[in-house]
């Protein structure tokens, strides 16, 4: 089973910045997509940004478009997201995800295509 684990939450004032870290354990990532979803109270859980097995294709919810950048370093198993600019409505708890078959990153983000790996999640909140 492949394992994922986040890390990089924590409490910052809006229109700070952070770093969240996304590693296997030990399962080579180049033939997996990973994405980065979020949770917020009573909302749904929104895809934030994709990525694909060899970091060709990415892909961005419009509310985080132009402040998130998603990265993968495969030969450390890990995945990234940037995250600057930060709003209180970004305020989630942000889960790692994988998946090998899928047809698209799109895909995977719009939570259209199988997910079958989960981190546990870490929590973001900005907040004054």
């Known amino acids: 089973q492949l394992h994922l684990v986040e890390s990089g939450g924590d409490l910052v004032q809006p229109g700070g910045s952070l770093r969240l870290s996304c590693t296997s354990s030990g399962f080579t990532l180049d033939y997996y997509a990973i994405g980065w979803f979020r949770q917020a109270p009573g909302k749904e859980r929104e895809g934030v940004s994709c990525?694909?097995?060899?970091?060709?294709?990415?892909h961005y919810a419009d509310s985080v478009k132009g402040r998130f950048t998603i990265s993968k370093d495969n030969a450390k198993n890990t995945v990234y997201l940037h995250m600057n600019s930060l709003k209180p409505e970004d305020t989630a708890i942000y889960y790692c995800?994988?998946?090998?078959?899928?047809?698209?990153?799109?895909?995977?983000?719009?939570?259209?295509?199988?997910?079958?790996?989960w981190g546990q999640g870490t929590q973001v909140t900005v907040s004054s």
């Open positions: 995800a994988a998946e090998h078959y899928l047809t698209t990153v799109q895909d995977m983000c719009n939570q259209k295509s199988r997910i079958g790996y």
């Open positions: 990525i694909s097995g060899t970091g060709g294709s990415t």
